[in-house]
């Protein structure tokens, strides 16, 4: 059975860092493009960022730019998002998402992982 | 970035009949090789989102034939015949032609 399990989320105060993590099961990792989608409370969904089946290519939303980096270690069957110069506006449930067709085609979602900015 | 606009934001419906989702994007989704770069999503009350259409038009594994996906270029339509009680929930459209994706604003479909 696929699995994404996230982990990592919590409180953190506005300017502050924070990593995601997410542990992959059931299927061959280092074989797709992996994303994160977040969701802020009472909203629609928001994609943040992707990263290729190497790790060699990512890609961002405008509103993360600059701010947060998307890696994997494809040993490890795992997914990462680092969150630096976190704003209020980044809280949300974050959704780890592995993508069937390259980034396309999210066939596997995890149960996503709180990350709260305040202070 | 590609704007998405979907209607309506809420969409009372009652068992058994049918219900359709509008979806319209700021530059066409259809690429040279002919696809649609659109994909679809229904998110569950308390559940992560689940994919049931993409490429515009072809169901995910395990999605009832009652969900149907159409439409090309910037506009496409989700339709949901004979709609249960389990398809209420909030319906995404997300254009997956270039980074970064962007989801449109969401449909809540419920029950009567």
């Known amino acids: 059975e696929v699995q994404l399990l996230e982990s990592g989320g919590g409180l953190v105060q506005p300017g502050g860092s924070l990593r995601l993590s997410c542990a992959a099961s059931?299927?061959?990792?280092?074989?797709?493009?992996m994303s994160w989608v977040r969701q802020a409370p009472g909203k629609g969904l928001e994609w943040v960022s992707g990263?290729?089946?190497?790790?060699?290519?990512?890609y961002y939303g405008d509103s993360v730019k600059g701010r947060f980096t998307i890696s994997r270690d494809n040993s490890k069957n795992t997914l990462y998002l680092q969150m630096n110069s976190l704003r209020a506006e980044d809280t949300a449930i974050y959704y780890c998402?592995?993508?069937?067709?390259?980034?396309?085609?999210?066939?596997?979602w995890g149960q996503g992982t709180l990350v709260t900015v305040s202070s | 970035d590609i704007v998405m606009t979907q209607s309506p934001l809420s969409l009372p419906v009652t068992p058994g009949e049918s219900a359709s989702i509008s979806c319209r994007s700021g530059?066409?989704?259809?690429?040279?090789?002919?696809?649609?770069?659109l994909d679809w999503y229904l998110q569950k009350p308390g559940q992560s989102p689940q994919l049931l259409i993409y490429?515009?038009?072809n169901r995910a594994s395990g999605v009832p034939d009652r969900f149907s996906g159409r439409g090309s270029g910037t506009d496409f339509t989700l339709k949901i015949s004979r709609v249960e009680a389990e398809d209420v929930g909030v319906y995404y459209c997300?254009?997956?032609?270039?980074?970064?994706?962007?989801f449109g604003q969401g449909t809540k479909l419920e029950i009567k």
């Open positions: 990263i290729s089946n190497s790790g060699s290519s990512t």
């Open positions: 998402a592995k993508g069937g067709e390259w980034l396309r085609k999210i066939d596997c």
């Open positions: 530059q066409s989704l259809l690429n040279s090789d002919g696809y649609n770069f």
């Open positions: 997300m254009q997956v032609l270039q980074t970064p994706y962007t």
């Open positions: 490429l515009g038009s």
């Open positions: 059931g299927f061959t990792f280092g074989g797709y493009a």
